[in-house]
């Protein structure tokens, strides 16, 4: 046995070698009674990290959950500590090592993310972890072979003290590095912070961009640092390294989430609900299914059609559709660009075309529900937040927009727009929020145009065409809110919504500034004076 560790501790034998880490070594170990087969970690008393100390202080307190290894036994015989844990199976290492492919698929990061729910037990508990990694998150062993547990809890904290109550205090004083070098958040790696939930949930994100990356994130690729020259350069790197960058290619969630963990306060409650309906509603719009578990290796995509079958339209039926789309007076359709403002607004009457279609837009992502009862805008009712994916409704939103008959149906769908995105706590524009102002756009400008996506998942790079300083994007947006109170018409208003959109996509951030919701606000009033 490797450094005169017993062949027995306590009522356990030891077998077979699992891993060894900087502070101990893993075994396989049998119960000399039952023989219930475990793991069991053992460390020198005097090691000058008691790391089996501090786990055996956070297990008690994670026993329980899904995903938490539990915890047998624990004791000291000789020199020797040792923790008698569940038997796990691989690390996700490990499964990525051996798979041998430059990158993970989507789905198994999907799922990977979809089990941070692991993050929000162990905060829920009052711990941080403080050293995720994918070697300490491993896939349990049949029949748990698709849920993933976290282990490791040797840098683990309790967050919230026991007798105050009271969230740990963040410091300005630099601190010494804890965690690890490829994934352990910038603000605790490179600036010295104390960790806090957002980086455990910063390490997080970094893991799975890293998954879908080939090769791995940029600073993991030159293996550990030997000098502490070559660990400044991987801190430097990573501090560099722009989020836009990193998820290049990549579905806009890792990036957005990236974002999001890296603007969380200090004491902040991530919101983790949130983040696992975002990786859900990716993995549904992929068609993968089952993604819940984490399945290895990863089964065949099933191609499924998402529409319903269409009936097949026989050769006759076709000519009439022809028939009656020539008798078809195209010219007939109103045009919003061109409407004038002959009547004035009846605001105790619903507006014209108002009563046909009710737009109240369904929050609740129930595309069945929502009031019927018509009524004019200015009774639309702020909701109380409900958990809805983004993309969900937005596209539901951009919907309305399309479905829009006069200005001021558009009017209160911006306004949506506007306090949707401002409640959702990201004020990134996503790919559907670029879309919204497509549509909006086409509105706008007429009805009967084609629009040239502003931004898609693939024409990123082409559209953008690279992106612009911060004090670019701040002076035309406010450009942008002063002149959308004076335009003229909807072909004005029209041309600004594309500047809007050209800008803010361009901006490396693309998120919505204060200026910006001005002028989504200035361009919903100004839609009322116009119709
Ligand atoms: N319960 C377990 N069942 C099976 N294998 C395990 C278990 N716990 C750990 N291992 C294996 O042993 C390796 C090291 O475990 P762990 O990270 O807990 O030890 P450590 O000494 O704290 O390591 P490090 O120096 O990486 O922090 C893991 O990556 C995993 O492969």
């Excluded at 915890?71 to 923790?83: D, I, M, P």
């Excluded at 090592?97 to 829920?124: E, F, P, W, Y």
């Excluded at 029949?143 to 993933?148: A, L, R, V």
């Excluded at 004491?267 to 549904?284: H, T």
Aim: contains cysteine.
């Amino acid at each position: 046995m490797s450094n005169n560790i017993p062949r027995r501790l306590g009522n356990y034998w030891l077998d077979e070698l699992l891993g060894s880490g900087y502070s101990g070594s893993i075994f396989r170990a049998y119960n000399v009674y039952t023989g219930d087969c475990v793991a069991l970690k053992v460390q020198d008393v005097n090691h000058e990290c008691p790391t089996n100390r501090y786990e055996e202080y956070i297990y008690p307190l994670l026993q329980g959950a899904e995903g938490m290894p539990t915890l047998w036994a624990s004791g000291v015989q000789g020199k020797w500590h040792y923790l008698v844990i569940s038997l796990l199976g691989a690390s996700l290492e490990n499964i990525y090592r051996k798979s041998g492919k430059r990158a993970m698929d989507l789905r198994s990061v999907c799922s990977i993310a979809i089990q941070i729910t692991r993050l929000q037990t162990m905060h829920n508990r009052e711990v941080l972890h403080r050293d995720i990694q994918l070697g300490n998150c491993v896939v349990g062993r049949p029949p748990n072979e698709t849920t993933i547990y976290m282990i490791d809890f040797g840098f683990s904290k309790r967050y919230i003290d026991p007798y105050s109550r009271r969230h740990i205090p963040d410091s300005k004083v630099k601190r010494e590095f804890l965690g690890n070098y490829w994934f352990t958040s910038v603000g605790v790696h490179c600036k010295g912070k104390v960790p806090s939930r957002r980086d455990d949930l910063e390490a997080a994100a970094l893991m799975f961009i890293h998954l879908l990356t080939p090769g791995g994130l940029p600073w993991t690729r030159n293996g550990v640092p030997k000098t502490e020259e070559q660990h400044r350069r991987i801190k430097c790197a990573k501090e560099a390294a722009r989020p836009e960058d990193l998820c290049r290619g990549m579905p806009s969630e890792f990036e957005e989430f990236l974002r999001y963990c890296r603007r969380l306060k200090f004491s902040d409650q991530p919101d983790y609900e949130r983040w696992i309906d975002e990786f859900r509603e990716l993995a549904r719009e992929n068609g993968f299914t089952d993604i819940d578990k984490f399945i290895w290796p990863p089964p065949p995509l099933q191609l499924r059609s998402l529409d319903p079958p269409r009936p097949a339209v026989t050769p006759s039926e076709m000519e009439n559709v022809l028939h009656d789309l020539a008798k078809l007076k195209l010219n007939n359709r109103p045009i919003l660009a061109e409407r004038t403002n002959n009547c004035p607004p009846q605001l105790d009457k619903p507006p014209q075309g108002f009563e046909k279609k009710t737009e109240v837009i369904d929050l609740s992502g129930d595309a069945s529900g929502g009031s019927t009862e018509p009524g004019p805008p200015k009774k639309m009712i702020l909701r109380t937040p409900v958990r809805v994916k983004k993309a969900t409704r937005l596209e539901k939103l951009r919907l309305s927009v399309l479905d829009a008959t006069n200005n001021v149906m558009l009017s209160s769908v911006i306004a949506e727009f506007s306090i949707f995105l401002k409640e959702t706590g990201s004020k990134t524009l996503t790919r559907e929020g670029f879309a919204f102002l497509d549509a909006l756009y086409k509105q706008l400008a007429d009805p009967s145009v084609f629009a040239q996506p502003m931004r898609t998942r693939s024409s990123v790079e082409e559209a953008s065409g690279g992106s612009q300083p911060a004090h670019v994007k701040l002076g035309v947006v406010a450009r942008l809110r002063r002149e959308v109170a004076t335009a003229q018409s909807n072909r004005m208003l029209a041309k600004l919504v594309a500047d809007f959109g050209v800008v803010t996509n361009k901006s490396s951030t693309r998120t919505i500034t204060k200026d910006g919701f001005a002028f989504l606000d200035g361009l919903a009033a100004r839609l009322k004076m116009l119709q």
